[in-house]
């Protein structure tokens, strides 16, 4: 399974559109990245996710390299209740994304 | 509406005591997860199922216990075994057979304390 990295944490104000950038650089031709958000005491919920190029929903845009190595989520215009911890993995769409890994995720905290 | 349903949302157990942790999902998945998240920490997982009566060990299985006798059912037990048991559990479930699935679909969780 490839191991992603990502910030540990990050500050932004409401308005602003905050880039979090992950790293996967032993990633699979197979591995999708996915993207996913959790508040407290409640589960991770999907947000969005990608193979190649970029992926936009109503939520946010997924941004991939050509080489796939990393991946940028872009959130545009934050609001305080995006304040939510981010984890980004990578998993094998094929194989039902079995023992997916979370890190540690990055705790994104928007401020007024 | 199709889901993950985890019960219950708190729990508090004595020192010595088994306890079960119920999970149950509609949304016909095929397999399912249980992970364990301690503070500001990311989620580790304990066991997984991919058919029913089928079931292996993740990263961190030593004091927890499952069954899948149910496609719907995947009840975690955490016994008296489990050294530092107190913490918050989630549960999730994913498709095998559906290439545009999203992923895993998680439960609210259930809060485990130790007293």
């Known amino acids: 399974l490839a191991k992603t990295t990502q910030p540990i944490s990050m500050d932004s104000y409401e308005g602003q559109e905050v880039n979090i950038t992950c790293s996967h650089n032993?990633?699979?031709?197979?591995?999708?990245i996915t993207w996913y958000q959790q508040f407290p005491s409640q589960g991770p919920r999907f947000i969005i996710q990608g193979y190649k190029t970029k992926v936009t929903n109503e939520v946010a845009s997924l941004f991939i390299p050509a080489d796939r190595k990393s991946s940028t989520l872009s959130l545009p215009r934050v609001s305080l209740s995006d304040t939510a911890v981010y984890y980004c993995?990578?998993?094998?769409?094929?194989?039902?994304?079995?023992?997916?890994?979370f890190g540690t995720g990055t705790r994104l905290l928007v401020s007024p | 509406d199709g889901g993950i349903t985890q019960s219950p949302k708190y729990l508090f157990r004595k020192e010595g005591q088994n306890v079960t942790l119920s999970c149950e999902q509609n949304l016909n998945h095929d397999a399912m997860y249980w992970y364990r998240q301690d503070p500001g920490q990311g989620l580790r997982l304990i066991y997984y199922?991919?058919?029913?009566?089928?079931?292996q060990k993740g990263d961190i299985a030593e004091g927890y216990s499952v069954s899948r006798e149910k496609k719907e059912s995947f009840p975690l037990t955490v016994t008296s075994a489990q050294k530092n048991p107190t913490a918050f559990y989630l549960c999730a479930s994913s498709t095998l057979s559906d290439r545009e699935s999203y992923g895993y679909t998680f439960g609210s969780g259930t809060r485990l304390t130790v007293v």
């Open positions: 993995l990578v998993g094998d769409l094929n194989t039902g994304f079995q023992k997916l890994v």
């Open positions: 032993n990633i699979a031709t197979n591995d999708y």
């Open positions: 199922s991919q058919i029913v009566n089928d079931f």
